[in-house]
Each structure stands twice: as C-alpha cells, then as structure tokens.
C-alpha cells in the first residue's frame, strides 16, 4: 500500500518540474502495480468497461470492492488486487500493463499525486477549490534517477490526463460535499449514489424503464443525449447525485 511517506510534502503547481521516465528496461518496471488500492473514478470504469467488452455490473462485480468512506459514508470503488504474495495489479503482465491506453487517472499520475482544498476566498465571500500536486517518491522507484525533465502540465499532458479530470469534474464536485443537510448518507442514498456514478447501465434501465421521466422534466434535447452518449448519461448521473444529496436543484420535477 501506498504510504504518506513516500509523498514528498512539497505543493507543486502545473509549471513544476520533475525528472523521471519509466520504462520496460528499468529494474523496479511494474513494481509500482503491485500492493497498492487503486481508486476508480466513474470515467475509469466507463473506459475499462467499453475496453473489456462488459456491462457497467458485470465490471463492477468481477474487478472491483467498495470503500465506505467513514467522513463522508460516499462509497467509492477500489480495483482488486491478484490474491498471489505481491498483489498485483489484475492487469500487469510481465510486458506492462495490459490496458495502457484505457487506465485509470491514477495510473496516468503517477508519481504525480493531486489534491484538491476548500478554502474561504474572503473577496467574494465564498468557498472556492483550489488545486495542487505533489510528488510520490517510493523507495523501490528508480524513475526518479532518469534524465527525462518534466513540467506537472506537460506529463499530464504525455498521459492524456485532461479529458480524465474534464469528465470526473462534477464526481469531484460531490467530494468535496461538506456541512449540508443530512451529512451521513443513509443506505439508500449510498446505493443511489453507487448506481448514478459508477454502474451507468443500470442507471440508464433506472432512467428509461422507471417512472424517473414520469417523475423529472428533461429536456428532449437533453434526453436524446443520454440516449446515445455515454459520457453524457454518466454526467447526469453526476446531476442527479447532486439532487438527492441535496447539494443543488440540478433537477425539476414536473
């Protein structure tokens, strides 16, 4: 597992810079696959899903466990680890990983950690997020000793990162939900929480095949969307967590 002193307590902005280059040909190559808890963000298992040719479910049930978080009680999804002596990654082979180009945002990162805080802007009397990055330094990495230099903006740009945080942007929203009415989730709002942002088909039978459209006025144009595009069906559920956990009127009812 991942410890806190591997990261180094520097906050680093996108114009940082850093040296480091993995690659096949480097000692610790994968190590860093092995023994660790790999939280999925909805777009992760979006991409993971369509990779492997599975239903939103049957993902979920074969490749993942939930994590009730005790400060916040939000469920978030982990991947499972192989149960051999290492741990490895369900996904590494002796070649690397087997779903390059469909892994998740924190597989992209690394040795890039990111983090977010919620600070009072006194100009506008609000609370506003603020962004950070930081480094993660584990002992057995030796990609730290290649030459390769990099800024936090052109890695994240190497990795293909953006489009990640562009469509998590409203499932970090709802992290950062604090100090509003019912603060617990009770189990029904965590199991709709569970099925509006990770498992997007049974969101879409949810949308279609309830009286959800008899119940919520969606705009034709809106309704054709979610329709056809995935990534658009998975936003709304994003809209409609927001709405049951009280944070904003992102829905209107008939």
Not at 55 to 63: I, K, R, T, W
Not at 107 to 129: F, H, I, W
Not at 175 to 182: A, M, V
Not at 186 to 197: G, I, L, N, P
Request: with cysteine; aromatic share 14%; hydrophobic share 35%.
């Amino acid at each position: 597992m991942l410890s806190m002193k591997s990261v180094e307590p520097v906050q680093l902005t996108s114009q940082s810079r850093f040296v480091f280059r993995c690659h096949k040909g480097i000692t610790c190559f994968t190590r860093c696959c092995s023994n660790i808890a790999i939280m999925l963000t909805p777009y992760d298992i979006l991409r993971l899903k369509k990779r492997l040719g599975v239903s939103s479910g049957e993902f979920l049930q074969h490749y993942t466990y939930i994590h009730i978080d005790e400060k916040t009680s939000h469920p978030f999804v982990f991947l499972k680890m192989n149960e051999d002596p290492e741990r490895k990654c369900l996904f590494v082979s002796a070649e690397g990983c087997t779903i390059y180009r469909d892994r998740p945002a924190n597989c992209r990162y690394y040795p890039v950690g990111q983090a977010s805080l919620k600070k009072m802007d006194t100009a506008v009397n609000q609370a506003v997020t603020e962004e950070f990055y930081f480094l993660v330094k584990e002992e057995h990495c030796l990609g730290f000793k290649e030459k390769n230099e990099w800024t936090i903006q052109s890695w994240r740009d190497d990795q293909g990162a953006d489009i990640y945080d562009d469509m998590n942007r409203g499932w970090k929203e709802i992290l950062f939900r604090r100090n509003l009415p019912g603060n617990e989730l009770d189990e029904k709002k965590q199991k709709s929480f569970y099925m509006a942002c990770y498992d997007v088909d049974r969101f879409r039978r949810f949308v279609f095949e309830s009286k959800f459209l008899e119940i919520f006025a969606v705009e034709p144009e809106r309704l054709e969307k979610i329709k056809n595009d995935e990534t658009e069906l998975m936003k709304f559920g994003f809209e409609y967590t927001k709405y049951i956990l009280m944070m904003e009127e992102t829905l209107k009812r008939k």
